[in-house]
């Protein structure tokens, strides 16, 4: 007899079996608002707006290699659990850190829908609450859309997407991956002898004004040289942040910066706001590492960055449809204008890469396998890499919820493997902030690592400062 429910997506499956003792796939983030607010009136508003979305209802059912979605009588109360957390000497901050590194090692109910609010009813004269979601329900950018859903004014949820727009990014994967393999490997068969090395020469350095067939196998060569620089990267440098993780977590987060400075700093130094505030993470882990005694000459972190990979049409599906770039930072270099172009340069030469692209697909195909086989595609990977890094843009206009003003937001995306570090910036109401999330064995403070955040945007901000402006004369 078949089992009611539907069918979750290869690359949901991969993210849903990643959970590891040290590790669990889930986006956690947290909302500060004041005034406070009542329980009562945060699960009518879950009721109301969440549980619209089906994956908000649905538990996972895990038959062999595969698994379902299936519908699941919700419980609001059982979701949104009340807490108060006790007075300590590092104050109601410190508190609240505390505890979301502890709830971001606690596994979410697999006979549930895997998610999870926790509202802090004493904290700093209002309320804060934490979400947990697994990220086999959604990734990041999705997210930002059920948050629009949830405040005050906020869009309502989407009506159920049809089963194949739901399985449109695996179909989008083969139309945009494999059929120009295929149609690669076609060329290359219909050419022979010196056509076959003329071929190859002009897939590599095509003339101008060339169209059609030849421009689908420049993009297919474009993507077998990705595919090499991703499977042949080397190890990135070993630092103290690198190694074998343990079973606990800590997380920090710095106070906001204003978003107009950012873009003041990257305008006059003709750089992206993403270029300063990588660099300005680079300059942090450098100078952590330093503190350490840690010689960091030449020493390089790699970094898998999130990238979308949504069709525009597909903007409001939940699910995964993203891929990864490595980004590799400079944390050895001093200098911060030294550094943050060489940031940009780095960044620039991300973009037009299919390595994310390439990434998508090796999620989907682990996502095919037995466990055993994907946990060996995936360390492949993993052991390359020191972080997992993402820039969410937020939004623009602070937010009510429940008539309180949302202060804060943040939020972390879970490592994986050994990866022991996740950095995380978030642009919210005219500011940016930087968290950080450190399994303890590898990052015992991660505060020590916010703390030298904004010195490091500061330098930035001082020789922007010193920059000659206006005309001359």
Same mark, same amino acid.
């Given at each position: 007899?078949?089992?009611?429910?539907?069918?979750? %997506?290869?690359?949901?499956?991969?993210?849903? !079996?990643?959970?590891?003792? %040290?590790?669990?796939?889930?986006?956690?983030?947290?909302?500060?608002?004041?005034?406070?607010?009542?329980?009562?009136?945060?699960?009518? !508003?879950?009721?109301?707006?969440?549980?619209?979305?089906?994956?908000? !209802? +649905?538990?996972?059912?895990?038959?062999?290699?595969?698994?379902?979605?299936?519908?699941?009588?919700?419980?609001?109360?059982?979701?949104?659990?009340?807490?108060?957390?006790?007075?300590?000497?590092?104050?109601?901050?410190?508190?609240? +850190? $505390?505890? #979301?590194?502890?709830?971001?090692?606690?596994?979410?109910?697999?006979?549930?829908?895997?998610?999870?609010?926790?509202?802090?009813?004493?904290?700093?004269?209002?309320?804060?609450?934490?979400?947990?979601?697994?990220?086999?329900?959604?990734?990041?950018?999705?997210?930002?859309?059920?948050?629009?859903?949830?405040?005050?004014?906020?869009?309502?949820?989407?009506?159920?997407?049809?089963?194949?727009?739901?399985?449109?990014?695996?179909?989008?994967?083969?139309?945009?991956?494999?059929?120009?393999?295929?149609?690669?490997?076609?060329?290359?068969?219909?050419?022979?002898?010196? $056509?076959?090395?003329?071929?190859?020469?002009?897939?590599?350095?095509? %003339?101008?004004?060339?169209?059609?067939?030849?421009?689908?196998?420049?993009?297919?060569?474009?993507?077998?040289?990705?595919?090499?620089?991703?499977?042949?990267?080397?190890?990135?440098?070993?630092?103290?942040?690198?190694?074998?993780?343990?079973?606990?977590?800590?997380?920090?987060?710095?106070?906001?910066?204003?978003?107009?400075?950012?873009?003041?700093?990257?305008?006059?130094?003709?750089?992206? *706001?993403?270029?300063?505030?990588?660099?300005?993470?680079?300059?942090?882990?450098?100078?952590?590492? $330093?503190?350490?005694?840690?010689?960091?000459?030449?020493?390089?972190? $790699?970094?898998?960055?999130?990238?979308?990979?949504?069709?525009?049409?597909?903007?409001?599906?939940?699910?995964?449809?993203?891929?990864?770039?490595?980004?590799?930072?400079?944390?050895?270099?001093?200098?911060?204008?030294?550094?943050?172009?060489?940031?940009?340069?780095?960044?620039?030469?991300?973009?037009?890469?299919? +390595?994310?692209?390439?990434?998508?697909?090796?999620?989907?195909?682990?996502?095919?396998?037995?466990?055993?086989? +994907?946990?060996?595609?995936?360390?492949?990977?993993?052991?390359?890499?020191t972080a997992v890094m993402t820039n969410v843009p937020g939004p623009r206009e602070p937010?009510?919820?429940?008539?309180?003003? *949302?202060?804060?937001?943040?939020?972390?995306?879970?490592? %994986?493997?050994? #990866?022991?570090?996740?950095?995380?910036?978030?642009?919210?109401?005219?500011?940016?902030?930087?968290?950080?999330?450190?399994?303890?064995?590898?990052?015992?403070?991660?505060?020590?690592? *916010?703390?030298?955040?904004?010195?490091?945007?500061?330098?930035?901000?001082?020789?922007?400062?010193?920059?000659?402006?206006?005309?001359?004369?």
């Open positions: 007899m078949e089992r009611a429910g539907e069918n979750m %997506s290869k690359v949901d499956t991969a993210w849903l !079996r990643m959970d590891s003792a %040290s590790n669990l796939m889930m986006i956690v983030g947290v909302w500060t608002v004041r005034p406070a607010i009542r329980w009562r009136e945060l699960c009518a !508003r879950v009721q109301e707006r969440l549980l619209p979305y089906e994956r908000f !209802r +649905q538990r996972v059912e895990e038959h062999g290699g595969s698994a379902r979605w299936v519908e699941h009588e919700v419980d609001v109360a059982q979701h949104v659990v009340r807490e108060k957390l006790p007075r300590t000497r590092g104050g109601a901050q410190a508190a609240l +850190q $505390r505890r #979301i590194g502890e709830l971001a090692m606690q596994p979410l109910d697999r006979g549930r829908p895997l998610w999870q609010l926790h509202l802090v009813e004493n904290h700093e004269g209002g309320s804060a609450i934490v979400f947990r979601i697994h990220h086999c329900i959604a990734d990041g950018i999705a997210l930002i859309g059920v948050t629009l859903s949830l405040v005050d004014g906020g869009q309502p949820p989407p009506e159920r997407a049809s089963r194949a727009e739901a399985n449109g990014a695996e179909e989008w994967l083969a139309e945009s991956l494999v059929r120009p393999l295929a149609a690669l490997v076609l060329k290359g068969l219909e050419a022979a002898g010196d $056509r076959a090395v003329r071929s190859l020469h002009l897939l590599q350095r095509p %003339s101008p004004g060339l169209k059609g067939p030849l421009d689908l196998a420049q993009g297919a060569w474009q993507l077998l040289g990705d595919a090499a620089a991703l499977l042949l990267m080397p190890d990135d440098s070993p630092t103290s942040l690198k190694g074998k993780p343990g079973g606990s977590k800590r997380v920090a987060w710095c106070p906001p910066l204003p978003l107009p400075e950012v873009k003041a700093i990257g305008k006059a130094l003709n750089c992206s *706001i993403n270029d300063v505030l990588l660099s300005c993470v680079a300059g942090a882990l450098g100078q952590y590492l $330093r503190a350490r005694g840690e010689d960091v000459e030449g020493v390089e972190i $790699r970094a898998m960055v999130p990238v979308n990979l949504r069709p525009p049409q597909q903007g409001h599906a939940l699910g995964n449809h993203f891929g990864l770039a490595p980004l590799v930072l400079p944390v050895g270099m001093e200098n911060p204008i030294e550094r943050v172009y060489e940031v940009r340069r780095r960044m620039d030469a991300l973009k037009g890469s299919t +390595q994310p692209l390439l990434a998508f697909a090796v999620l989907a195909l682990a996502g095919l396998l037995v466990k055993p086989a +994907q946990d060996a595609i995936m360390d492949t990977f993993r052991s390359k890499t937010l009510a919820f429940l008539g309180s003003t *949302i202060e804060q937001m943040m939020f972390w995306v879970p490592q %994986s493997g050994d #990866i022991g570090l996740g950095v995380s910036i978030l642009s919210y109401g005219g500011n940016v902030q930087f968290g950080v999330m450190g399994d303890t064995q590898l990052c015992p403070d991660p505060q020590q690592i *916010i703390d030298r955040f904004e010195p490091e945007f500061a330098k930035l901000s001082l020789v922007t400062l010193m920059l000659p402006w206006g005309d001359e004369g």
